[in-house]
């Protein structure tokens, strides 16, 4: 008589026995099941992570594109404020000239009157 881990005789297990101990019956399906389950989230990972790139290069686009247009508002802005400011100058230059012209004339009046 051969010595086997397991009973021959199948009838002498319990119930609970055989519903704690592993099928044994097909190894072989066993690791096909867990390789397919393995392949099927090495492919849901590969594609989340495919997912996640594509995701954050359009956000660095975008991000990228916004910084861009921030600083073309920035120079539009920065050149309209220099113009502006030059606009400013040039009439403050222009009514002072305007203040002191009328001033001479005030000034000539006056003397005119008083002679």
């Known amino acids: 008589m051969m010595i086997t881990s397991q009973p021959e005789d199948v009838d002498h ?3 609970k026995q055989r519903e704690l101990a592993p099928d044994k019956s097909h190894p072989s ?11 099927e989230e090495v492919y849901f990972l590969r594609m ?5 790139e594509e995701r954050m290069r359009h956000l660095l686009t975008d991000q990228h594109k916004h910084e861009r247009h921030l600083e073309e508002e920035r120079l539009r802005n920065s ?17 002072q000239e305007q203040i002191n012209h009328l001033n001479m ?9 008083q002679s």
């Open 13 to 15: 297990v319990s119930p």
């Open 29 to 39: 399906e066993d690791l096909k099941n867990s390789l397919t389950q393995l392949c």
């Open 48 to 52: 989340t992570m495919i997912e996640s």
């Open 79 to 95: 050149s309209l404020k220099e113009n502006h400011e030059q606009q400013l100058a040039d009439m403050d230059r222009s009514y």
């Open 105 to 113: 004339e005030k000034s000539k009046l006056a003397w005119e009157n």
